[in-house]
């Protein structure tokens, strides 16, 4: 089945670890990206890649980074210097860069 | 510059009444508009969406016009079940994806 897979489900972090979110898709689409969603918020934007080899910061890129290697996937790692990491994460890809965006399951992301 | 206000939620409903959960927007240009649907634990999956002023969207009874005199694109459903019970995100494409806060649905039997 074509799709956009997420994992892990959920994920712990412990104090001053960096920890990465895998996002991969079937769906052939160029364009991926990630969101950062909070209780009671809309939907941030981290980073998004709209071809292989390039990504753009969006809203809220500091303390997170990320890598576009393949076209399949886009996978986020949320680094030390992100002081306030606890969050429901999103990825989602689109055919192109104003095209209509399919969203994965989610990753929640919890500190311990 | 580009933003969505959604109405805030909880919205409670008994199972077949009627919904209004109102969007309204401010853009430049003319953006495409959309709702997606989250329902718990989920990620997000395209509802419906608009391209162009006047346009309807349509979808599993679930309805938005495209009003640019009034920058709005209101969700309606004419009777909800429970299964529609989710939260409910408007959008907007201009340069970026904008997402509204969201509206949390909650229909009762």
């Known amino acids: 089945d074509g799709g956009i897979t997420q994992s892990p489900k959920y994920l712990f972090r412990k104090e001053g670890q960096n920890v990465t979110l895998s996002c991969e898709q079937n769906l052939n689409h160029d364009a991926m990206y990630w969101y950062r969603q909070d209780p009671g918020q809309g939907l941030r934007l981290i980073y998004y890649?709209?071809?292989?080899?390039?990504?753009q910061k969006g809203d809220i890129a500091e303390g997170y980074s990320v890598s576009r290697e393949k076209k399949e996937s886009f996978p986020l790692t949320v680094t030390s210097a992100q002081k306030n990491p606890t969050a429901f994460y999103l990825c989602?890809?689109?055919?192109?860069?104003?095209?209509?965006?399919?969203f994965g399951p989610g990753t929640r992301l919890l500190v311990l | 510059g580009n933003s969505v206000t959604q109405m805030e939620g909880p919205v409670t409903l008994s199972e077949e009444a009627f919904l209004t959960i109102n969007c309204t927007y401010t853009?430049?240009?003319?953006?495409?508009l959309f709702w997606y649907v989250q329902y718990p634990g989920e990620g997000l999956q395209l509802l419906l969406k608009?391209?162009?002023?006047?346009d309807k969207g349509s979808n599993k009874g679930f309805e938005a016009t495209y009003r640019k005199e009034t920058t709005s694109f209101h969700l309606e459903k004419g009777s909800v079940q429970v299964s529609d019970s989710a939260v409910y995100f408007c959008?907007?494409?201009?340069?970026?994806?904008?997402f509204g806060t969201g509206t949390s649905l909650t229909v009762i039997p």
């Open positions: 959008a907007l494409f201009g340069n970026q994806f904008y």
């Open positions: 989602a890809s689109s055919p192109g860069a104003s095209e209509t965006q399919y």
């Open positions: 853009a430049t240009g003319y953006p495409s």
């Open positions: 890649s709209q071809i292989v080899n390039d990504f």
């Open positions: 608009a391209t162009k002023a006047d």
